[in-house]
């Protein structure tokens, strides 16, 4: 469409797919840049509210580029082959949430160290690439900004983590 040669494409970015991995790795930059900030909190607890009000922050910015979300968005729910190129940007944020989440609380199991995260990493998905349902299905909800999201996803989410079983997997429970 921006009628390119598609020699130069080849030339400069080997093949189309990699000037697409290219474009998603450029789409999470602002995610990743949040992500790399230093926590200063004095608690773990306010650590992990840094960090997911970070992560919401720079996801929800309003001068982020629409286009960045909702290709990110189709990225996860339809995976193309040049996602598995982004797999040292996607484990950044992850592995920071487990650190945060581990010491929280050190004595749950990996596995549920890893459900815990996915949980988390859940809703910041569910806010990010789902606000046009929540506003549906809750119009008098008002608007939902990313500082009031982090928060309840971090009480939400420290809630869980508290009433979690130590050392037990949470799979075993069911």
């Given at each position: ?5 598609i ?13 697409y ?28 509210r ?9 996801a929800?910015?309003?001068?982020r580029?629409?286009w960045?979300?909702?290709?990110l ?31 929280l609380?050190?004595?749950l ?24 349902l ?6 008098t909800?008002?608007?939902l ?12 989410s ?17």
């Amino acid at each position: 469409r921006a009628g390119a040669n598609i020699a130069a494409v080849n030339y400069h970015f080997h093949d189309k797919m990699e000037l697409y991995a290219l474009v998603l790795r450029r789409a999470y930059d602002r995610v990743l840049s949040a992500v790399d900030q230093a926590l200063t909190a004095d608690s773990p607890e306010g650590r992990m509210r840094q960090l997911l009000c970070a992560m919401l922050t720079s996801a929800l910015d309003p001068d982020r580029p629409k286009w960045h979300t909702q290709l990110l968005g189709r990225e996860l729910i339809q995976p193309t082959p040049a996602l598995d190129r982004l797999d040292d940007v996607l484990q950044k944020p992850s592995r920071r949430l487990r650190e945060a989440v581990r010491e929280l609380r050190p004595d749950l199991s990996d596995e549920a160290l890893v459900l815990a995260v996915y949980s988390i990493v859940g809703q910041c998905v569910f806010y990010v690439h789902h606000r046009h349902l929540v506003r549906r299905l809750y119009p008098t909800l008002g608007e939902l900004t990313a500082q009031s999201l982090a928060r309840h996803v971090a009480d939400f989410s420290l809630a869980a983590l508290r009433q979690l079983p130590a050392g037990r997997d949470n799979a075993t429970r069911l």
